[in-house]
DNA sequence: TCCATTGATCAAAAATCCTGATCTAAACAA
DNA sequence: TTGTTTAGATCAGGATTTTTGATCAATGGA
């Protein structure tokens, strides 16, 4: 059995409109053409749909059971020249975002929710990636990347930077740690373990990370809020987004520590390539994520 | 745009083999063939789905989304192929089953749960009805009836029957009622309120009921559930299924009052029309049902 | 009873789809 | 570079399917 969307049609049709009259009219048909349409779906089908004992043919139960999937099927198929009908006039099919695990998440959550609306049609894929992660996420083909700043503060590599304002970062240490008491200059003489979050990117080989660290003991975190935890319970020092941190420094449970490097002002930037122009769902997404953005880092 | 089924076929298939070539032979075209199809698709939706720059044709992004949608026609439409196969093995559209709300539910939940496995195309539809409710459901054209039991315990009106044991019903009244302290024949001597559960035939009228209660003082209520907890509330005396307040008996709540009729005996039957055979989904209906249903109506 | 309406049937016309040959261009090996 | 292989596009003719308009049978209402 191999039916027809014609046939189907034409079932639905004549189920709405009560006659095969009516439904040849609607359908800009004649009424012999619906009748070969039935006749060959239900002999296909080997089922009898309509009973035409009477004068107006009534659907059969069968009919009226097999007219329910025919309209999944037809409901499916008007699904499909609705997304055609999107994708022509400027979706893109897929947009993907990788946003610095550093960054504060809340304008992102925001702007994501714009894509469960029903007329957006753009799958949505958002990934939160750390270190060297972002710009291999970005790389591998996502529109937009939610950096947390170059080096120089400006752009790099021919690609399309916007502002974000920008972003502290505190070097902390809970208020009951030896380090929290010690003066400037102490953290190279003493042996205090480093917490830093892990590189997300797959292939990056942990030999060849720039050891600006040393030979210091460091200890490596999948994500912000696990070295929150494990700076709170007093595992080492660490450098951590202001934002992530302003209660427990108002608490008191974590302390800025006094070094001579103790606070590092990054500048996020909005990176996408200059060369392709921005699809409506990138436009959307951006639309919802710039304006509270800025209001955001500036008071979390 | 007004996609076909084949346009469809034919962008699942090579997006499936990866290439235009493979493709044909699954579906014995010729290549040109699926060349003109995907050509004519692309012109309809107004999209470019491959990317024929190099050598073999891949999917544009966009050919991907749009395929996405495809296969949800076409599972649809593989639904729709199923099912038509399945009416045509004997599975009828649609099963209407009405039960006394006397009965046990649990061997009836039991049958109606074989109707949750995917295989089993027809639509169960499942009326609890009472006194009146279920024959006048049944004549509207339910397949299957479990009812109390005709007046003489045998079949009338030409159906057919099938027994499925006993049923005891109680004259009961809660513990500390003042009828249950009182003799036999007292009933008719005071103005106790007789609980009764309401007729569910919609168009039946009250004033035609048997007045077999004469001018007593009488509550309707619409379930035996309802009507044990009016019982229990002390609101008066009634008739109850032996199976629905043996917990309330055994802690003595309720009490089986000691009147010259007390107990009643009902023959539960399965009715159905002689003259229709049953399809596949009242027979499961009925094996799911039956055999528990003798053991069930024991013991509860 | 007649008459209007509904839908089936049929042959011819129209539209659609498939085929097989031919052509272009990319990938690949020498 | 050159020639070979392969993937797919294009095109005209043919096969298939769909539509049409006329005709016919049957039902239900006046």
């Not at 202001?242 to 974590?254: E, K, R, V, W």
């Amino acid at each position: 059995m191999d039916p027809t969307l014609l046939q189907l049609e034409a079932l639905d049709a004549i189920a709405r409109c009560g006659s095969f009259g009516a439904a040849a009219a609607e359908l800009n048909r004649v009424p012999s053409a619906l009748s070969y349409l039935i006749k060959n779906l239900e002999l296909e089908a080997g089922l009898s749909l309509f009973d035409r004992t009477h004068r107006r043919a009534t659907l059969t139960p069968t009919g009226r059971r097999l007219l329910e999937q025919a309209r999944l099927v037809l409901k499916e198929r008007d699904g499909l020249t609705a997304l055609a009908s999107e994708l022509r006039s400027g979706w893109e099919p897929e947009l993907r975002v990788v946003v610095d695990g550093a960054l504060p998440l809340a304008p992102v959550i925001r702007a994501i929710r714009a894509f469960a609306e029903p007329e957006v049609p753009t799958f949505l894929r958002l990934d939160v990636e750390y270190q060297e992660g972002v710009l291999h996420r970005f790389e591998q083909g996502a529109e937009l990347a939610l950096v947390l700043g170059f080096e120089g503060g400006g752009g790099e590599e021919g690609l399309h930077c916007t502002p974000l304002g920008e972003l502290v970062l505190l070097l902390v240490a809970a208020s009951d740690h030896p380090i929290a008491s010690s003066k400037r200059e102490d953290l190279d003489q003493h042996n205090h373990v480093e917490l830093l979050v892990r590189d997300s990117a797959p292939a990056f080989e942990v030999d060849r990370k720039p050891s600006f660290m040393g030979n210091r003991n460091v200890m490596f975190l999948s994500d912000f809020q696990t070295k929150k935890t494990a700076l709170l319970g007093g595992a080492g020092y660490g450098w951590m987004p202001a934002h992530l941190i302003a209660d427990s420094l108002a608490t008191g449970a974590l302390v800025h520590l006094e070094q001579e490097v103790n606070r590092w002002t990054y500048f996020p930037q909005l990176v996408r390539r200059p060369d392709q122009p921005l699809g409506r769902a990138a436009q959307l997404f951006i639309a919802n994520l710039c304006l509270p953005f800025e209001a955001l880092v500036a008071t979390e």
